[in-house]
Structures are given as C-alpha cells and as structure tokens.
C-alpha cells in the first residue's frame, strides 16, 4: 500500500468510528429523553452542560436499579385508594388540611413500593426513572403544600395541589386508578 492508500485508509476508518460515535451518543439521547420525558430537558437547563445532565440522569438510573421496589399487595391497594377518597372528602371542609394529609399519603404509598423518603430531593430523583411525566405536578403539588404551611396558597391553589398529587398516587396505585369524587360526593362522603 502507498502510504496515500494508508492515509485515505486511516481518514475512513476514523470517519467511520466518529459516525459510529455520534450514532451511539444519539441513541443514548433519545432513551434518556424517552424515559424521562419532560425531566430530561429540567434536568438540561439545571446542569452546566448537557452531558452533564445526561450523566445525572443516568445515574439516577444506576441508583434506582438498586432499589427494591414492590407492587402493592391487593389489599394495600384499596386502603390507599380508600384513604385517597378520604382526601378528596375532607377537601370540602378543611383544603388546607386535605392538602397536607394527601403529601403525607403519597409519602407513605411511596415509601411502601419502596421509594426512600428522607430527603426530598432524592425522592424526586428516584421517582423521575419511573414517573417522571407525573414529577412536574408532583413538585407542584409539594410546592403549593409548602405555601400553605406558611399560610401563602389560595383554596384554587390548594384545590390543583390535590389534583396534582392523584396523579402521582394514581400511577403508584397501579391497577385500580382513584376515583374522583364530584363535588356532591365529597360533601356527602
């Protein structure tokens, strides 16, 4: 071979691995942002870099494998829903206190599928693999809760934290979604 011959060999070899390069780096995009959705281009505009946020995510991906997650038992899943409609219920009478008692319910359910509870950031991280196009309102939901403790959140404010929040439980829940009440149920239950 020439070394013309050697050098062109050596350009289409490296063009070659380059395009392979930029097809893998393009799959792997297209899982991250399939899996997380919406949490995906959150977590872009939060980090430095791309990369950078891609590499969080798929550490968050790392972590959540090692967590032991478990369906709910039948009978788990219908006190949950039962105490759902508890919530929806007192929210006619007491938002403010419905609200609170629906994040300490979805804290519950969370950490009995088997999601850690103690930090809050982490939780959100963890639950981003799975529900990540419910974790939008979930942050919501917990931060109009925070507003109410400190006495800042309208009843309409309150009302959509409640809403946010089945979302989230609903999907926990799995097989048996949460009814929701009508306003002539909630004050009748």
């Known amino acids: 071979m020439s070394p013309i011959e050697i ?33 995906y281009d959150r977590a872009v505009a939060e980090q430095d870099s791309r990369s950078a946020a891609e ?5 968050r991906e790392r972590r959540h494998a090692e967590l032991a997650l478990t369906p709910l ?54 639950l981003s693999v799975e529900h990540a196009r419910t974790l939008g ?14 006495g800042e959140a309208s009843t309409e404010q309150l009302r959509q934290a409640v809403v946010h929040y089945r979302a989230l439980f609903a999907e926990l829940l799995g097989e048996h979604p949460v009814r929701t009440l009508s306003p002539t149920e909630a004050a009748t239950h």
């Open 7 to 39: 050098i062109i060999t050596i350009v289409v070899v490296l063009a070659v691995i380059a395009a392979a390069v930029a097809v893998w780096a393009l799959l792997r995009r297209r899982n991250l942002r399939s899996t997380f959705g919406p949490e």
């Open 55 to 59: 590499r969080e995510l798929r550490e």
């Open 73 to 126: 038992d039948p009978a788990s899943r219908d006190r949950y829903a039962a105490a759902w409609e508890e919530v929806q219920a007192q929210f006619v009478d007491a938002p403010g206190a419905a609200v609170g008692n629906a994040d300490e319910l979805l804290t519950r359910l969370i950490a009995e599928v088997g999601y850690p509870t103690g930090d809050y950031t982490e939780q959100v991280a963890h």
């Open 137 to 150: 309102r979930y942050r919501e939901a917990h931060e109009i809760h925070l507003a109410n403790e400190r």
